[in-house]
């Protein structure tokens, strides 16, 4: 049985998972991001995808082309648009730029940065 998220949820989890990991997923000779290194690191929405849900042809892919795809599990879809706000904080900055990001969208999405202090 799958619980469902709620934005709160996801955020939480991505945000702690962030700041601990404190570097990004990237291939080490493309530079490009990835749900998932061969070292263990995962991006914003690698760390929600289960390891029965991950397949290695994922990596290379938009979260909207995995939706499109069927390859993202049902629980994500109501999400979308917030799993690309998200991402994006992973794919486009520094992860010593990740808690300003993160808090801003907590306050887009009228969410608690309360984790943000916790980790």
Not at 6 to 32: C, G, M, P, Y
Not at 43 to 58: F, K, N, S
Not at 61 to 77: P, V, Y
């Amino acid at each position: 049985m799958t619980i469902e998220l709620t934005e709160q949820a996801i955020f939480d989890q991505v945000a702690t998972h962030l700041l601990r990991q404190n570097e990004r997923a990237v291939d080490s000779k493309s530079l490009d991001c990835m749900y998932r290194t061969p070292d263990g690191l995962k991006c914003a929405v690698g760390c929600l995808i289960t390891d029965e849900e991950y397949r290695p042809d994922m990596e290379g892919k938009t979260i909207l082309l995995l939706c499109e795809l069927g390859w993202l599990h049902q629980r994500f879809l109501d999400h979308i648009d917030f799993l690309c706000d998200l991402q994006r904080v992973h794919d486009c900055y520094l992860p010593n730029q990740w808690r300003e990001d993160l808090r801003d969208i907590a306050g887009v999405y009228e969410l608690s940065p309360y984790v943000l202090e916790m980790t």
